[in-house]
């Protein structure tokens, strides 16, 4: 007993130096913190003690993220996840969290026990990172519309002048030089899509809805594709930052659709709902092929990072024979 008792010590000692540890009996209440919780969240112990884990909400996710977390737990299951919280003065920080339910002989929570690490600074490295890569795009963008878009542009430009040229002297070359000029007016085309799909149009205020629209008109014009974009009553969006991440998850949605779904219409929503702001873009292509919570595809997880960045929720679901609906809702701030 002695030796199980001096290993126990040990391991919660070691515990302690590594993690952010909290306890909390069957209602939430906090009957335990290691120092290292007092330490990132600038509480004292005794501040914490019989608290609630409100006290430290940051206001950053959902309603519904945390009642997926309670549900989860109050069955009995571990959740695993990461969440904003907010410090005594006032500092935001992020927390890997995984909580794990004790249960009694009836299967019962009778206490939750909380293991946290810090990973604010890999957030923030995440976040300047996706800054950066959008900078990135945007510059490319303007670089291939200004340069070499106008250059192609010229271009084409000029083999119609010389396919007129040719018209009335040499019938055959004349024929070459129009079909050249149909080759660079399709790939002057195809420049302006790509710079477009780079660096789409300013998106704060009502830049979203015109980037949105931009987005469906160029969609549509690919062979076969109809794309729609509807947006009654009009709805601004203010911070830029919550605005490029909205737009950059639709175009993935569009692009998903093409590329794997195969679809033909596509229909891009932004509406608001309540106080909520709700971004729906939904398809007639294929279904999804595995769950979408299963689906480990570079492109799911960065809208699913999008979404938690901007404390949105997405929802990924397939329809009963054909299609996929996503659909991100953000609660907007008081």
């Known amino acids: 007993m002695e030796a199980t008792l ?68 109050a069955n009995g299951g571990v959740w695993q996840g990461e969440i904003r919280n ?34 604010t600074q890999r957030k923030r490295l995440e976040q300047a990172l996706l800054d950066l890569s959008e900078r990135e795009q945007r510059k490319f963008g303007h670089d291939l519309h200004d340069g070499l878009g106008q250059r192609l542009t010229g271009l084409e430009m000029l083999s119609h ?61 690919l062979p076969g594709v109809t794309c729609r974009f509807h947006c009654a009553p009009p709805v601004q969006v203010r911070d830029v930052t919550v605005a490029t991440h909205l737009y950059r998850m639709a175009q993935e949605a569009v692009n998903n659709a093409l590329k794997h779904g195969r679809a033909r219409q596509i229909e891009v929503t932004l509406t608001e709902v309540g106080d909520s702001l709700e971004l729906t873009v939904k398809n007639n292509g294929r279904a999804l092929l595995t769950e979408p919570h299963r689906n480990n595809g570079m492109g799911l997880n960065v809208m699913r990072y999008r979404a938690e960045t901007i404390g949105a929720t997405l929802a990924i679901k397939s329809g009963k024979r054909h299609g996929v609906w996503v659909t991100c809702t953000l609660r907007r701030k008081a």
């Open 6 to 73: 001096k290993e126990l010590r040990e391991v919660k000692s070691a515990l302690d130096e590594h993690s952010i540890v909290a306890i909390t009996d069957a209602a939430g209440d906090i009957s335990y913190v290691n120092d290292k919780f007092c330490e990132i969240s600038n509480y004292s112990r005794a501040e914490l003690l019989g608290q609630n884990h409100r006290l430290i909400n940051s206001g950053h996710h959902p309603k519904e993220f945390f009642q997926d977390l309670w549900r989860t737990i």
């Open 86 to 119: 907010r410090a005594k003065d006032d500092t935001l920080y992020w927390v890997d969290t995984t909580i794990v339910p004790f249960l009694n002989d009836a299967g019962k929570p009778v206490q939750y026990v909380s293991i946290r690490t810090d990973v």
């Open 161 to 221: 002048a010389l396919a007129e040229e040719l018209n009335g002297r040499v019938p055959a070359l004349a024929s070459l030089a129009r079909r050249l000029n149909r080759e660079l007016r399709e790939t002057v085309t195809q420049a302006r899509l790509i710079s477009h799909s780079l660096a789409p149009v300013r998106l704060e205020g009502d830049g979203l809805m015109r980037g949105l629209t931009e987005l469906a008109a160029s969609t549509s014009r």
